[in-house]
């Protein structure tokens, strides 16, 4: 069955902070122009999980007036206190002076992230934006000549072999002079686009985390509106992995509260999920979570290898945006301001091509130019030795370091230190490691895989292709299991890979309408057997708030 196509100006893949922020800027510089965002969730915001943290530097570019429009920003930051977690019972507060600079929160806000895409996509729709959700984008279409042409959404309706259902309706195609690419961490097209064009030529690796996140209803009598708690060290730390932590108090007595696993890990027995479920163990974490009751639960991948990370942006006929392309500032734990930013400059960039009467195709380079003279690139060049420095270093030394780099010296020492070993690559053969018996959670504060997935309100169409591809089927148990203890029973936030003793073996099962989207298998495994595609569009977490 032939596929239908339409035809736009620019169409723009994914409705995050980066797609939504370059298709209003969009229309602001050129109301005529036919502009369309593909959104692979049920609704814009619906696989939209973040802290979040906002600074508004990007928003204030974008929409001035965005408070007299109803902007969801609700609770200003109040206090910051950063500890460095020692044990289940025991911390120490930082004091101000001594957290790195670009930790400090005066004047940012706790919000919900896909509250606030919810609100651009409005603003979006307002000025003639068509915004498709329930569409994934499967398939990037390319000329002749190499070119991107535009994409094409998924089939709809095919049977877990493949094979068409009475249901079967093909995916549609569009074209545009200029297709922008803003999926996200690890966007299956933006890797495509990376291989293709070699835009990482010159880049170190990637780096990643996995942040995990519920949103919980507490007692009254704790709430304090605008706290916000960032922690270092315990759990992850006492099996030598690195990340952090963080408890927001947002508004209608609800906290955020999380932990951010670095992909870079090298014990195959350790559980990113059952860490974060010992986090709320800890003494000032639980105090605030005891009586209340948990709402939400997901998970995200986080890329945050940084401006040493940063891949060329540019392609023949379209741009690579946001955290499709790494463009967040992990020595703030924030990334919706900057990729906010990258898709202003990406709109500018295309907009002025196109009004000059540039017909498509063409790898707009003046987008480089652009970015390395914005703000954006000098906050990403300042904060280009954070990461790398807690790799190297560790929590502590490297967060002496970051302190020294950023509060003496802002972020612009004479020397770059670089991290070229991709996290999957970190990985230790099980012999070499000690496994981690994790307790039963309690119901209470912790909780399991299969709870949590619940309340992440995820759901697939059970009757479709697998979307978590093995590449090579043999690996999963010669390799994985044999080598590694099959680790990603334990990466997987969401309980999808599960190892099933059978008379002739062991066997990896794929639960794959467990999947929360969060592409740390793509990330992670070992031998980069697991492919992550989309699945049907509308597929995934439905979450409400995150």
Not at 146 to 173: I, N, W, Y
Not at 450 to 457: H, I, Q
Request: proline share 5%; with cysteine; hydrophobic share 40%.
């Amino acid at each position: 069955m032939e596929r239908e196509s339409m035809e736009y100006d620019v169409v723009i893949v994914g409705a995050g902070p980066a797609g939504l922020s370059a298709a209003i800027r969009l229309k602001q510089l050129n109301p005529d122009l036919a502009v369309m965002v593909l959104e692979k969730g049920s609704e814009v915001g619906a696989h939209i999980l973040s802290g979040a943290l906002f600074e508004t530097r990007a928003l204030d570019e974008l929409v001035p007036d965005w408070q007299a429009r109803g902007a969801p920003l609700k609770t200003p930051v109040s206090e910051d206190q950063v500890y460095l977690y020692r044990s289940e019972t025991s911390a120490v507060r930082l004091p101000n002076f001594a957290v790195p600079a670009p930790m400090h929160n005066a004047g940012n806000y706790i919000i919900s992230l896909g509250s606030l895409c919810r609100w651009l996509a409005e603003q979006a729709e307002a000025a003639g934006v068509e915004i498709f959700p329930g569409f994934a984008a499967a398939e990037i279409l390319y000329h002749d000549d190499g070119s991107v042409k535009g994409v094409a959404t998924g089939d709809m309706g095919r049977d877990k072999h493949g094979e068409p259902k009475d249901s079967f309706q093909p995916g549609l195609e569009l074209h545009a002079k200029y297709t922008l690419f803003a999926e996200g961490a690890r966007g299956q097209l933006g890797k495509e686009l990376i291989a293709r064009y070699d835009l990482a030529a010159g880049a170190t690796a990637q780096h990643y985390g996995l942040g995990i996140k519920e949103l919980w209803q507490i007692d009254p009598a704790k709430h304090l509106p605008g706290l916000v708690v960032h922690g270092a060290g315990w759990p992850l730390s006492e099996h030598g992995a690195t990340g952090g932590s963080f408890l927001y108090h947002l508004d209608d007595c609800q906290v955020a509260v999380g932990l951010i696993a670095d992909l870079n890990y090298a014990n195959p027995y350790l559980s990113p999920f059952e860490e974060f479920q010992r986090f709320k163990l800890q003494t000032g974490i639980r105090q605030y979570l005891e009586g209340g009751k948990r709402l939400s639960y997901g998970a995200r991948a986080i890329t945050k290898g940084g401006l040493n990370s940063l891949p060329k942006q540019t392609f023949p006929g379209g741009l690579l945006l946001g955290c499709d392309a790494g463009t967040l500032n992990f020595a703030k734990i924030k990334g919706a301001h900057t990729a906010m930013k990258s898709g202003i400059l990406a709109a500018e960039t295309v907009g002025a091509a196109l009004q000059a009467g540039d017909a498509g195709r063409g790898d707009l380079v003046a987008y480089a130019a652009a970015f390395k003279g914005s703000w954006l690139y000098a906050e990403l060049y300042r904060a280009r030795n954070f990461g790398p420095a807690l790799h190297k270093f560790g929590t502590f030394l490297g967060g002496a370091f970051n302190w020294l780099q950023q509060n003496l010296f802002g972020g612009r020492m004479f020397f770059t230190l670089k991290d070229k070993t991709s996290d999957h690559q970190q990985l230790a053969p099980a012999a070499s490691c000690q496994p981690i018996a994790y307790a039963r959670p309690d119901g209470q504060l912790t909780f399991d895989r299969l709870s949590s997935v619940f309340v992440s309100n995820t759901a697939h169409e059970e009757e479709q292709p697998v979307h978590l591809q093995l590449l090579d089927s043999t690996k999963a148990i010669a390799i994985n299991f044999r080598e590694y203890a099959s680790p990603e029973q334990r990466y997987c936030p969401a309980g999808v890979y599960e190892i099933v003793e059978e008379s002739t073996g062991p066997r990896l099962q794929i639960n794959a309408s467990n999947c929360l989207h969060c592409k740390t298998c793509d990330i992670k495994d070992p031998t980069q057997n697991i492919r992550w595609v989309a699945p049907e569009g509308g597929g995934g977490p439905n979450y409400p708030n995150m």
